[in-house]
């Protein structure tokens, strides 16, 4: 069994910062690529950041200068760290990860953890 808990999520203020944190546990022989999603009210799900096993990135443009994703050295840790909010980043933001284990690579998603960036 595999788990991404997110946490890290809350209302912070249009300019300000905030670090969301995705950890993933179980039976995990490696863990590919991960990212991070989000999703507003009334609106799909899209990529904010992906992350690969080696340390390629990859932003949306509505990101791009203003979030960082990174991992730990073990690479079972993906965080996004996110300045200059806007009230339009207001989402749910969900953990993704694609994960070895015996068998097979799957793709897991985490719980999500709300963001809301209002004055």
């Known amino acids: 069994q595999v788990q991404l808990v997110e946490s890290g999520g809350g209302l912070v203020q249009p300019g300000g910062s905030l670090r969301l944190s995705c950890a993933a546990s179980?039976?995990?022989?490696?863990?590919?690529?991960m990212g991070w999603y989000r999703q507003a009210p009334g609106k799909a799900r899209e990529l904010v950041a992906t992350?690969?096993?080696?340390?390629?990135?990859n932003y949306a443009d509505s990101v791009k200068g203003r979030f960082t994703i990174s991992r730990n050295n073990a690479g079972n840790t993906v965080y996004l760290q996110m300045n200059s909010l806007k009230p339009e980043d207001t989402a749910v933001y969900y953990c993704?990860?694609?994960?070895?284990?015996?068998?097979?690579?799957?793709?897991?998603w985490g719980q999500g953890t709300q963001v809301t960036v209002s004055s």
């Open positions: 179980g039976s995990i022989f490696s863990i590919n690529a």
């Open positions: 992350i690969t096993s080696g340390g390629s990135t």
């Open positions: 993704n990860a694609d994960i070895w284990g015996i068998r097979a690579s799957v793709n897991y």
